[in-house]
């Protein structure tokens, strides 16, 4: 089992550009969640799917929407890029809904904007 | 607004020593408490979680302590070793919500052999 994978590991982009980051499970995990992280800010949570259909915000949902393609799919997806959106995502997926079972997380993508 | 308070920001320790990290939370409904662990470079990874009918949890060299009237919880970490080397984020569950947790800004932890 791969686990939980991202593409792409590393990217950069111009202000204004738009790009979608892609997170994939194999573990048959009902949640999934994305999360960004900053130096000295920890894991801040953009948005999450609790099961495959559903879709709701996190702490920091303001610049990005996300799809839930299938069980194994979730993706996020920056419209307009501005350099504040620059920061290391991560995806995450855990086996029940909810977050009282452990979170198991992609190896992230580092993303600039210039 | 609700959040995780976590200290210190960064801990130097020599290896074999014990090393402690001390998270304070806001909302006094928050009832899960899980530690990650995440080595430089690599994705963070759950290392132990308490939830508030416990008030103690021990994994090996590890432990977590739970102060539901103070509104804290601990990382201990004894017999330290190279190995232990990470950053650690402490996070709880904040604001009733079932999907979302919250994260403390993380610890550096540094252990000198």
């Known amino acids: 089992n791969a686990g939980v994978t991202q593409t792409p590991k590393f990217q950069v982009l111009k202000t204004g550009q738009s790009m979608t980051l892609q997170c994939a499970q194999d573990?048959?995990?009902?949640?999934m969640y994305w999360y960004r992280q900053d130096p000295g800010m920890g894991l801040r949570l953009i948005y999450y799917?609790?099961?495959?259909?559903?879709?709701d915000k996190g702490e920091v949902p303001n610049g990005y929407n996300v799809s839930r393609l299938n069980k194994r799919e979730f993706s996020l997806r920056l419209e307009s890029a501005a350099p504040s959106q620059t920061s290391v995502y991560f995806c995450?997926?855990?086996?029940?809904?909810?977050?009282?079972?452990?979170?198991?997380f992609g190896p992230g993508t580092r993303l600039t904007v210039l | 607004g609700e959040n995780v308070e976590q200290h210190p920001s960064t801990l130097s320790v020599q290896e074999g020593d014990s090393a402690v990290i001390k998270c304070t939370y806001s909302d006094s409904a928050s009832n899960y408490f899980p530690w990650y662990k995440q080595e430089l470079g690599k994705r963070p990874q759950l290392i132990i979680d308490?939830?508030?009918?416990?008030g103690e949890k021990k994994d090996q060299r590890i432990a977590v302590t739970l102060n539901k009237t103070a509104k804290h919880f601990s990382l201990h970490i004894t017999e330290t070793q190279p190995e232990d080397s990470a950053v650690y984020f402490c996070a709880a569950v904040i604001g009733g919500s079932n999907y979302k947790l919250t994260f403390g800004k993380g610890t550096l932890l540094t252990v000198n052999p």
């Open positions: 799917s609790a099961s495959e259909g559903t879709t």
């Open positions: 573990m048959n995990h009902n949640s």
């Open positions: 308490i939830r508030s009918n416990v």
């Open positions: 995450a997926s855990s086996p029940l809904a909810g977050v009282y079972n452990e979170q198991f």
